[in-house]
């Protein structure tokens, strides 16, 4: 029945797409909808912009694809039918609703829904929530199996991407044969692991059958077949009917005359014969070949007492490959057979598919560096650097002292991370071109390498920044448009600024002073001195010189500066820390100490408590060294990502997180989150999510559980259950080598393969001449004259030639 | 700078020195009888005493002053270089002064440049006295003037050291120079750059009678319409050949082996094209040629008008010579019995022309001149201070180790072109624009020996490794010009590298003695740049490789590089592969040979060496964004190389979305705007034009 469900359904696709059944509802209709209890799919839109218009085709043909599962795909227009809280809702346009009766099931983002495949599978996920089974973890896999050993069978599929055309394929395959057996989904790469497959890199969909229902006890595990074609409709519906076919069918018939569902299949059979005095022994083998074979080989059992059997005695197996004929041949052991399909006949096609995988990154002249490859492909482009001036031996020196700022990048034209950043270097010279007493410039060391040398820049590409009259500073932040940018509009601040009255110190902190610069940065770092003749003072004169660029610095060396600490457990010298107008100032006391030591003090106490990690700032933070209390938010500003942000941050006050680094990543300003999530925990949880990254101690991962409220006393809770091991890490964070990433081209295994004598030493015998010419050393020396080989060469004159 | 048998001194000196030898050993004799009125008796001592002003001279001064060294230049002449006051005779250098490269690179136009010396004063090139491609041979002595006064060298001029002994200083030894007046001196440290100067002789019957190179006249008038036969087929016989083609009427050069063309076999001492017009009239048969034999075999007999049986060359006899009567070539064994002093009774039956009648050279010739080079002077050391022969190069040269100390002669080291030994028609240290370097890399092993300092290396972060050797291929003259013999030692020490430039190879399994640089147990690379196999015609199809997986099959100078696990003993080095310089290493990385000489492409150079150090490192190279970095410095406890050493130091390399979409699109970048990745159709066309240009660059335009 199934299969002719199947075929129908497929004859669905092709054929029905022609005439819509995609339905539009009208506020009464749509009512009506809502009473009759049926599934339905609506989409409510106002207008049509071209996103919109390729999402309606979209609709219309998953309209097609979803009828045959009962569900309506419904389109609904708010301009002409305004129905009460959906067409005015704020997300109007860019969601879509599951709907069963009335309930609404889920929402989707048409993001998520995007095309055909996408709706059939996430519908059909959402229709089936029951039936499927969501599994993150092998422990919450091997639950299922043990709750369906001796029951049914499993059929796990592994889709490391939702939406995609394999995902459609499990839903459907799972809507289909959904009362058979037990349908697992899993995203993770944890349970890819568990299931056995080495290389979980790859974002290949795939699929298991686990064999539970035959399991005699329930201690004994589930056997699995893996499906080892690609994830479609026909292959997953062939594979199931293989999983149902018998292990092994035995016969009486000639092979050619043999009828197993397997040839119908088109996949390919092993015929085994038996004799009637081995026949359980030959049972036996053929049994265990099938289940090695499972899933790719029929196997066939022949009894050869039969006078049906004709074939020659001197063979003892056969095999038939699809729209084949029968090839014989003699079998000495099961391992042959089994090596013969496995790395011949059932090669041919999956050889094709892995070449092109694998070749792709082996290929010697594919380049598998993201920078070189990135710079690489812009190779057609002239590089622009009309904003920058390029320097030559003839005009450096002029050029550095000229202006009251010249930032000198060195790089070479060869080198690719050298040629990514000029691309930001140019971007922040465009942005600066105006602003006075700055000039960015440029030195090609491939061609001045003189300059460089005389600068001695070893490292590239490197930036450098002159002042007149003052040894170059060395550039030490990100090398991108935003960090340099900055800096340098901080280098224009002096540092430290000096202050001279509260007042001052009052602008400096908060008032105009503070605005000025506020969009460079909030903090703002303050030494408190009681006078300027304080021993402390040029020590961090000197700090402020090295920090300039970095940190906006303010130096109060005055009788009043006393007033800034009082009633703080602080004496002066001091340090003064303001995050922002409205945060409570920080104080530190200031030991007199070498500049160097003030520079990592105050690097130090900028850092923020509760940082909000991005692609620029991680180093500063992962220097601590201490595990990460990470938060991970949506792209979306929700209430709910306000308060988990609030949650957090309640007890940091208290001190009760201080052996953790609390912080937060927000994925929309930092998507690469997503994938650290999805590293951490092999999928990705509901958002806001919290996780402990043990990065230097033991690599775990611990992903506060969802379920649970996001509260900072359950948070407490949970961090002293991690600590007391009461939870189970969600991961580990692997600890491997960063090996070579592709093998090398072993020149002296090809030398010794096509001129052997080439690259070998030679011999202890051999002379130990270089490469002179031997004949010049034969010959005698003037001195030692000899005349007796005159009569060894009576020809002599011949010995003259002409060559 | 080159010129083959280059000297340094003066070869009429060696007429006065029997003269300078007399007083000296007079003014001995003096000193000794207690008289201290004389001049002879000063001795002076330096710490250095470097032997001659020339090139290699001056260079080493150059060094010895810039270290703040006690050192001295003894030169007999009045001012430097008197050598190419005389030489080559007919005053053009084959030393290229190529001033325009298209390139403002200081050291890369080093590569072209084969007459200027070291220094740190950029303006003191030679292109400051000429402009000559191949500039006249006067030039070149004005050049080191112009370096010795600018630099202030200190030379001592008018010392011509007659006896050099060994002797004892404090336990180890030392050198006593003993000059004309008597004045000796005192050296701790010998640096003998005396070049080669005395004409190479072949004793043979009638040699007498032979003129050589370095007295004939220059003027072509003086050979018309002569017969000249020329012993030698080298350069100065060429150059001697090509000056008088106009004139004489028949040239024949004759030594034992065929010429070697300088651009068949990179060997600037061969045969250069400047000067090989004579194989023009040769193949075209215009009278002149080239015969091979032995010289050792050869006698050159006269024979007088009157002192034959004469009947049919009257008119002829008229043509030769003023009555002296004509030279002939014959051979040893066919003169009767008796000594060559006899020649005067030579009779037809002693040539060979009346043995075999079609005889190459059995015609008589006007002039037999000898070209065959020169010799080092060994004849002013004492037994205990004079280096050995040479094994190779006919025993010209002075023998030394790898590192150019002479053998047996402790503290006294060879430099300039008598230290060719080492190299000798291999490579270019015979000649200014090789010796220059070796004398550099001799100086810094002097530092250490005697100094306690350490040969200069550049520590550098092992991310930065891969683009210092491209930098240094691409510019590093060095490594260029004594191709074969200086390679650049990289010293693995995990995270990062030393990095010893221009070492001399031979000297390896030597290297921390003289370097001052221990070897750690991560093993070391050494960058060499050399010639290929050289089995193909030079000029021939398939002379050139483009496919950078066959670049070990290169024909012209590349860079290799060489990785050890352990340093090559001696046992190593002398057993290593024939043609190599160095010993089968662990494995060996040939950068394709390259038409332009640029090393920088992506594809061919840059990527196969990355992959190379990653081997040799055992770890991953890869530059990665930013981005990249953080999300591996996340999710992995050691993140790769490139972002520990660049973005956890707050050195990340950001990017633009325009270079991440490159890379995302050519899925080396993940892509995280969530579970879902569209993909468009303007992608895909972007790809497929990137491929398409991909493709197209496979052509060879270097055939």
């Given at each position: 029945?199934?299969?002719?469900?199947?075929?129908?359904?497929?004859?669905?696709?092709?054929?029905?797409?022609?005439?819509?059944?995609?339905?539009?509802?009208?506020?009464?209709?749509?009512?009506?909808?809502?009473?009759?209890?049926?599934?339905?799919?609506?989409?409510?839109?106002?207008?049509?912009?071209?996103?919109?218009?390729?999402?309606?085709?979209?609709?219309?043909?998953?309209?097609?694809?979803?009828?045959?599962?009962?569900?309506?795909?419904?389109?609904?227009?708010?301009?002409?039918?305004?129905?009460?809280?959906?067409?005015?809702?704020?997300?109007?346009?860019?969601?879509?609703?599951?709907?069963?009766?009335s309930e609404v099931l889920r929402n989707f983002d048409i993001?998520?829904?995007?095309?055909?495949?996408?709706?059939?599978?996430?519908?059909?996920?959402?229709?089936?929530?029951?039936?499927?089974?969501?599994?993150?973890?092998?422990?919450?896999?091997?639950?299922?199996?043990?709750?369906?050993?001796?029951?049914?069978?499993?059929?796990?599929?592994?889709?490391?991407?939702?939406?995609?055309?394999?995902?459609?394929?499990?839903?459907?395959?799972?809507?289909?044969?959904?009362?058979?057996?037990?349908?697992?989904?899993?995203?993770?790469?944890?349970?890819?692991?568990?299931?056995?497959?080495?290389?979980?890199?790859?974002?290949?969909?795939?699929?298991?059958?686990?064999?539970?229902?035959?399991?005699?006890?329930?201690?004994?595990?589930?056997?699995?077949?893996?499906?080892?074609?690609?994830?479609?409709?026909?292959?997953?519906?062939?594979?199931?009917?293989?999983?149902?076919?018998?292990?092994?069918?035995?016969?009486?018939?000639?092979?050619?005359?043999?009828?197993?569902?397997?040839?119908?299949?088109?996949?390919?059979?092993?015929?085994?014969?038996?004799?009637?005095?081995?026949?359980?022994?030959?049972?036996?083998?053929?049994?265990?070949?099938?289940?090695?074979?499972?899933?790719?080989?029929?196997?066939?059992?022949?009894?050869?007492?039969?006078?049906?059997?004709?074939?020659?005695?001197?063979?003892?197996?056969?095999?038939?490959?699809?729209?084949?004929?029968?090839?014989?041949?003699?079998?000495?052991?099961?391992?042959?057979?089994?090596?013969?399909?496995?790395?011949?006949?059932?090669?041919?096609?999956?050889?094709?598919?892995?070449?092109?995988?694998?070749?792709?990154?082996?290929?010697?002249?594919?380049?598998?560096?993201?920078?070189?490859?990135?710079?690489?492909?812009?190779?057609?482009?002239?590089?622009?650097?009309?904003?920058?001036?390029?320097?030559?031996?003839?005009?450096?020196?002029?050029?550095?002292?000229?202006?009251?700022?010249?930032?000198?990048?060195?790089?070479?034209?060869?080198?690719?991370?050298c040629m990514a950043f000029i691309q930001s270097y140019t971007e922040v010279a465009d942005a600066l071109e105006g602003v006075n007493g700055v000039q960015l410039a440029a030195v090609n060391c491939g061609e001045w390498t003189d300059i460089c040398s005389d600068q001695n820049v070893t490292s590239f590409p490197t930036v450098l920044i002159y002042r007149p009259m003052s040894a170059a500073q060395l550039y030490?932040?990100?090398?991108?448009?935003?960090?340099?940018?900055?800096?340098?509009?901080?280098?224009?601040?002096?540092?430290?600024?000096?202050?001279?009255?509260?007042?001052?110190?009052?602008?400096?902190?908060?008032?105009?002073?503070?605005?000025?610069?506020?969009?460079?940065?909030?903090?703002?770092?303050?030494?408190?001195?009681?006078?300027?003749?304080?021993?402390?003072?040029?020590?961090?004169?000197?700090?402020?010189?090295?920090?300039?660029?970095?940190?906006?610095?303010?130096?109060?060396?005055?009788?009043e500066a006393e007033q800034w600490v009082e009633g703080l457990s602080v004496n002066l010298p001091a340090?003064?820390?303001?995050?922002?107008?409205?945060?409570?100032?920080?104080?530190?006391?200031?030991?007199?100490?070498?500049?160097?030591?003030?520079?990592?003090?105050?690097?130090?106490?900028?850092?923020?408590?509760?940082?909000?990690?991005?692609?620029?700032?991680?180093?500063?933070?992962?220097?601590?060294?201490?595990?990460?209390?990470?938060?991970f938010i949506g792209k979306e500003d929700s209430t709910e990502s306000t308060k988990a942000l609030a949650e957090i941050k309640q007890p940091l006050s208290s001190g009760q997180l201080d052996s953790f680094l609390p912080c937060w990543i927000h994925l929309g300003r930092t998507p690469v989150g997503r994938s650290i999530l999805d590293k951490y925990l092999g999928f990705v949880p509901p958002l806001p999510a919290l996780v402990m990254s043990r990065l230097k101690t033991g690599g775990e991962v611990f992903l506060f559980?969802?379920?649970?409220?996001?509260?900072?006393?359950?948070?407490?809770?949970?961090?002293?259950?991690?600590?007391?091991?009461?939870?189970?890490?969600?991961?580990?964070?692997?600890?491997?080598?960063?090996?070579?990433?592709?093998?090398?081209?072993?020149?002296?295994?090809?030398?010794?393969?096509?001129?052997?004598?080439?690259?070998?030493?030679?011999?202890?015998?051999?002379?130990?001449?270089r490469r002179e010419d031997h004949r010049e050393q034969k010959h005698v020396t003037p001195n030692q004259r000899q005349t007796s080989h005159t009569s060894q060469n009576p020809q002599a004159p011949r010995q003259h030639s002409e060559l | 700078m080159s010129f083959t048998g280059a000297a340094v001194v003066d070869g009429l000196m060696s007429l006065i020195q029997p003269l300078f030898r007399l007083l000296c050993v007079l003014s001995l004799v003096l000193a000794s009888s207690g008289s201290g009125l004389h001049g002879c008796n000063n001795s002076v001592s330096h710490e250095y005493c470097v032997l001659g002003a020339g090139p290699a001279g001056l260079q080493m001064g150059y060094f010895l002053s810039r270290s703040q060294r006690d050192y001295i230049i003894l030169e007999r002449n009045t001012g430097p270089g008197s050598f190419f006051h005389r030489y080559p005779?007919?005053?053009?250098?084959?030393?290229?002064?190529?001033?325009?490269?298209?390139?403002?690179?200081?050291?890369?136009?080093?590569?072209?440049?084969?007459?200027?010396?070291?220094?740190?004063?950029?303006?003191?090139?030679?292109?400051?006295?000429?402009?000559?491609?191949?500039?006249?041979?006067?030039?070149?002595?004005?050049?080191?003037?112009?370096?010795?006064?600018?630099?202030?060298?200190?030379?001592?001029?008018?010392?011509?050291?007659?006896?050099?002994?060994?002797?004892?200083?404090?336990?180890?030894?030392?050198?006593?120079?003993?000059?004309?007046?008597?004045?000796?001196?005192?050296?701790?440290?010998?640096?003998?750059?005396?070049?080669?100067?005395?004409?190479?002789?072949?004793?043979?019957?009638?040699?007498?009678?032979?003129?050589?190179?370095?007295?004939?006249?220059?003027?072509?008038?003086?050979?018309?319409?002569?017969?000249?036969?020329?012993?030698?087929?080298?350069?100065?016989?060429?150059?001697?050949?090509?000056?008088?083609?106009?004139?004489?009427?028949?040239?024949?050069?004759?030594?034992?082996?065929?010429?070697?063309?300088?651009?068949?076999?990179?060997?600037?001492?061969?045969?250069?094209?400047?000067?090989?017009?004579?194989l023009d009239t040769y193949q075209l048969k215009s009278l002149d040629g080239l015969v091979e034999g032995r010289l050792e075999d050869i006698a050159i007999v006269r024979r007088e008008k009157d002192g034959g049986k004469r009947r049919t060359a009257k008119k002829r006899s008229q043509t030769s010579t003023e009555g002296k009567g004509q030279l002939y070539l014959t051979l040893t064994e066919l003169l009767d019995n008796q000594n060559g002093n006899n020649i005067s009774k030579v009779t037809g039956q002693n040539l060979p022309g009346y043995h075999t009648d079609n005889f190459s050279l059995r015609q008589p010739y006007d002039r037999v001149i000898r070209c065959l080079g020169f010799r080092f002077n060994f004849s002013i050391f004492d037994g205990s201070a004079q280096p050995p022969q040479s094994s190779g190069a006919r025993g010209r040269l002075p023998g030394v180790t790898a590192w150019y100390e002479g053998r047996g002669t402790p503290n006294l080291f060879v430099l300039g072109t008598a230290a060719h030994s080492l190299d000798y028609r291999m490579s270019a240290g015979g000649f200014v624009h090789g010796f220059r370097y070796t004398v550099r890399a001799v100086h810094k092993i002097l530092e250490q020996r005697y100094h306690n300092i350490a040969w200069p290396a550049t520590k550098l972060p092992i991310s930065q490794l891969q683009s210092w050797i491209l930098r240094r291929v691409n510019e590093a003259s060095g490594p260029y010009q004594m191709f074969g013999v200086l390679g650049d030692i990289i010293l693995l020490r995990g995270s990062y590298c030393e990095y010893l430039e221009e070492f001399p190879l031979q000297a390896l399994p030597q290297l921390f003695a003289l370097s001052g640089r221990p070897l750690s147990d991560h093993g070391l690379l050494v960058l060499v740049m050399q010639y290929g196999l050289n089995r193909t015609d030079t000029l021939g199809p398939g002379r050139a490789e483009s496919e950078w997986t066959k670049a070990w099959r290169s024909n012209f100078l590349h860079p290799v590089l060489y990785y050890y696990n352990t340093l090559p003993t001696e046992k190593d080095m002398r057993q290593r592969p024939v043609g190599w310089p160095l010993p089968r290493p662990d494995a060996v990385h040939h950068m394709v040979e390259d038409f332009l000489t640029e090393w920088d492409q992506p594809i061919s150079h840059s990527q196969p060496l990355r992959r190379f150090l990653e081997h040799c490192l055992q770890t991953d190279l890869r530059a990665f964004y930013a981005e990249s970095c953080f999300l591996l410095s996340l999710t992995s406890r050691t993140p790769p190389l490139f972002c520990r050493q660049g973005y956890l130091r707050k050195q990340g390399i950001v990017g633009n979305g325009h270079l991440w979409q490159h890379a995302r699109e050519a899925g080396l970048m993940a892509d995280h705007q969530g579970d879902i990745t569209p993909r468009d159709e303007t992608s895909v066309s972007e790809y497929l034009k990137h491929a398409g240009a991909a493709v197209v660059s496979t052509m060879n335009f270097d055939l």
């Open positions: 029945m199934c299969i002719v469900y199947l075929i129908a359904f497929l004859f669905s696709l092709t054929a029905e797409q022609c005439f819509s059944k995609l339905i539009e509802d009208s506020s009464q209709s749509f009512m009506e909808r809502m009473s009759t209890g049926k599934t339905s799919f609506v989409y409510f839109g106002n207008h049509v912009n071209p996103t919109i218009k390729l999402f309606m085709e979209q609709l219309e043909m998953s309209a097609d694809a979803l009828e045959d599962y009962g569900i309506s795909v419904v389109k609904v227009n708010c301009s002409k039918d305004a129905i009460a809280n959906y067409c005015t809702e704020e997300k109007l346009m860019t969601k879509a609703y599951l709907f069963r009766g993001d998520t829904v995007f095309d055909v495949n996408a709706i059939v599978s996430h519908v059909l996920f959402s229709v089936l929530f029951n039936e499927v089974r969501y599994v993150h973890t092998p422990a919450e896999l091997l639950r299922v199996e043990t709750a369906a050993k001796q029951n049914s069978d499993i059929v796990v599929g592994h889709i490391p991407v939702l939406g995609l055309p394999e995902h459609r394929a499990l839903m459907e395959a799972a809507f289909v044969y959904g009362t058979k057996y037990q349908f697992v989904q899993t995203t993770g790469s944890l349970v890819l692991k568990h299931m056995g497959v080495v290389d979980s890199s790859s974002s290949q969909a795939r699929l298991w059958f686990l064999h539970c229902k035959g399991v005699s006890r329930q201690s004994d595990p589930c056997p699995s077949t893996p499906m080892t074609k690609p994830l479609n409709t026909i292959n997953i519906h062939t594979f199931l009917q293989l999983m149902e076919a018998p292990l092994v069918t035995e016969a009486m018939l000639d092979p050619s005359e043999v009828d197993v569902v397997h040839m119908h299949l088109g996949v390919p059979v092993l015929y085994l014969f038996s004799q009637p005095q081995t026949q359980h022994l030959d049972q036996a083998t053929a049994q265990t070949l099938a289940l090695q074979l499972r899933g790719e080989v029929g196997v066939v059992l022949i009894h050869r007492n039969s006078p049906n059997v004709k074939t020659p005695l001197k063979y003892n197996a056969a095999y038939r490959l699809p729209q084949e004929d029968v090839k014989y041949f003699t079998l000495n052991s099961g391992e042959e057979v089994v090596k013969l399909f496995k790395e011949e006949l059932l090669q041919e096609h999956k050889l094709e598919d892995e070449e092109e995988d694998e070749e792709h990154w082996s290929d010697p002249d594919i380049l598998d560096d993201e920078v070189s490859e990135s710079v690489y492909r812009d190779r057609d482009l002239m590089l622009d650097l009309e904003s920058v001036v390029e320097l030559t031996s003839d005009t450096f020196q002029t050029t550095v002292t000229q202006n009251g700022i010249t930032v000198v990048l060195f790089y070479f034209k060869w080198d690719a991370v030490r932040g990100m090398l991108g448009t935003k960090s340099l940018h900055r800096f340098i509009l901080l280098s224009l601040v002096s540092s430290p600024t000096h202050l001279s009255s509260s007042a001052e110190v009052k602008s400096f902190l908060e008032g105009d002073v503070y605005s000025k610069h506020v969009y460079l940065t909030p903090v703002r770092v303050l030494g408190l001195f009681s006078s300027t003749h304080d021993k402390g003072v040029t020590s961090f004169e000197e700090a402020g010189r090295l920090l300039r660029g970095e940190t906006i610095l303010g130096l109060f060396a005055h009788k340090l003064l820390v303001s995050h922002g107008p409205g945060v409570p100032y920080e104080v530190y006391s200031l030991p007199s100490s070498s500049p160097t030591d003030h520079v990592a003090l105050i690097q130090r106490v900028e850092l923020d408590h509760f940082p909000e990690l991005t692609v620029e700032n991680l180093p500063w933070y992962l220097e601590l060294g201490k595990p990460l209390l990470l938060l559980p969802p379920e649970r409220p996001l509260m900072a006393k359950n948070v407490l809770q949970w961090i002293h259950d991690v600590e007391n091991r009461q939870e189970q890490p969600a991961g580990l964070i692997p600890d491997g080598k960063w090996g070579p990433p592709v093998p090398f081209f072993d020149f002296l295994a090809i030398m010794d393969q096509e001129a052997p004598t080439y690259a070998a030493q030679r011999g202890p015998k051999t002379k130990t001449g | 005779r007919h005053r053009k250098l084959i030393s290229i002064n190529k001033i325009y490269t298209g390139r403002r690179n200081k050291e890369f136009n080093l590569r072209h440049d084969w007459n200027s010396l070291l220094s740190d004063r950029s303006d003191l090139l030679f292109q400051r006295i000429s402009r000559e491609l191949y500039p006249n041979a006067d030039d070149f002595p004005r050049y080191l003037s112009m370096f010795e006064s600018e630099l202030g060298l200190k030379v001592k001029y008018g010392a011509d050291i007659g006896r050099i002994k060994a002797s004892d200083f404090n336990g180890s030894q030392g050198y006593v120079l003993t000059d004309q007046n008597g004045v000796s001196y005192q050296c701790s440290v010998l640096l003998v750059s005396t070049g080669l100067w005395v004409p190479q002789q072949v004793d043979f019957l009638g040699s007498d009678l032979v003129e050589g190179y370095e007295s004939i006249p220059t003027d072509p008038e003086e050979f018309k319409d002569q017969a000249v036969l020329i012993l030698g087929k080298g350069n100065s016989a060429f150059e001697t050949a090509q000056s008088i083609l106009g004139r004489a009427s028949r040239i024949h050069l004759y030594s034992p082996s065929p010429v070697r063309l300088a651009w068949q076999t990179h060997y600037v001492g061969d045969l250069r094209a400047i000067n090989n017009e004579l």
